[in-house]
């Protein structure tokens, strides 16, 4: 049980430490596009979308002729809005990140833990992770860009993170989760 709380806890420092490197470094976010005036959309989302929620442009809520000319004129939009105004990166958004993260490595510790006897060496149980992250990332980040017509850029660069982010998590989990015998 102190293997698995340690190693638990040390995958999941590892994993916000490589977050906080990834996204605060500039090449996820040359995947982006930039409005043309930041104000004059703040003004249009304000008047177009009356409260906090996901949008989809057309909307389904259209008749079906109505939906199917707005769906080929385009747009094709998933709009998400926060109506209420908050500070950039304020503390709670570091401290539910980090207990998202700790609840994720725990639920794949404990995936690791039932398949144990098939993970005799490191090397298995670091796959085993990364693997997991694949798939994972696969279909959490190839979904939107074929389901909903969302760009490529974002979700390719999402999924790396995805990716890396679960090997890192593999690396140290790996060590702490093994087989009684080791």
Same mark, same amino acid.
């Given at each position: !049980?102190k293997n698995f709380v340690t190693?638990?806890?040390l995958a999941t420092i590892a994993?916000? &430490?490589?977050?906080? +490197?990834?996204? !605060?470094?500039?090449?996820?976010y040359s995947a982006l596009e930039?409005?043309?005036? #930041? #104000? &004059?959309?703040?003004?249009?989302?304000?008047?177009?979308?009356?409260?906090?929620?996901?949008?989809?442009?057309?909307?389904?809520?259209? #008749?079906?002729?109505?939906?199917?000319?707005?769906?080929?004129?385009?747009? +094709?939009?998933?709009?998400?809005?926060?109506?209420?105004?908050?500070?950039?990166?304020?503390?709670?958004?570091?401290?539910?990140?980090?207990?998202?993260?700790?609840?994720?490595? +725990?639920?794949?510790?404990?995936?690791?833990? !039932?398949?144990?006897?098939?993970?005799?060496?490191?090397?298995?149980?670091?796959?085993?992770?990364?693997?997991?992250?694949?798939? &994972?990332?696969?279909?959490?980040?190839?979904?939107?860009?074929?389901?909903?017509?969302?760009?490529?850029?974002?979700?390719?660069?999402?999924?790396?993170? #995805?990716?890396? &982010?679960?090997?890192?998590?593999?690396?140290?989990?790996?060590?702490?989760?093994?087989?009684?015998?080791?």
């Amino acid at each position: !049980m102190k293997n698995f709380v340690t190693g638990c806890l040390l995958a999941t420092i590892a994993i916000f &430490a490589w977050g906080a +490197i990834f996204w !605060m470094s500039p090449w996820p976010y040359s995947a982006l596009e930039q409005t043309l005036d #930041d #104000d &004059a959309a703040g003004e249009s989302l304000w008047e177009n979308f009356p409260k906090t929620g996901t949008y989809i442009i057309p909307g389904i809520y259209n #008749d079906e002729a109505t939906h199917a000319r707005l769906h080929n004129r385009g747009p +094709i939009a998933t709009i998400h809005i926060q109506r209420k105004g908050r500070a950039v990166m304020e503390g709670s958004v570091f401290v539910f990140g980090f207990l998202h993260e700790l609840i994720t490595v +725990i639920l794949i510790a404990l995936l690791m833990k !039932m398949v144990l006897p098939a993970l005799k060496f490191y090397r298995n149980r670091l796959g085993f992770v990364a693997f997991a992250g694949v798939a &994972a990332a696969f279909f959490t980040n190839v979904g939107n860009p074929v389901w909903w017509y969302h760009p490529w850029g974002w979700y390719l660069f999402t999924g790396v993170y #995805d990716v890396t &982010a679960w090997v890192v998590v593999g690396l140290v989990l790996a060590k702490f989760i093994k087989p009684v015998s080791e």
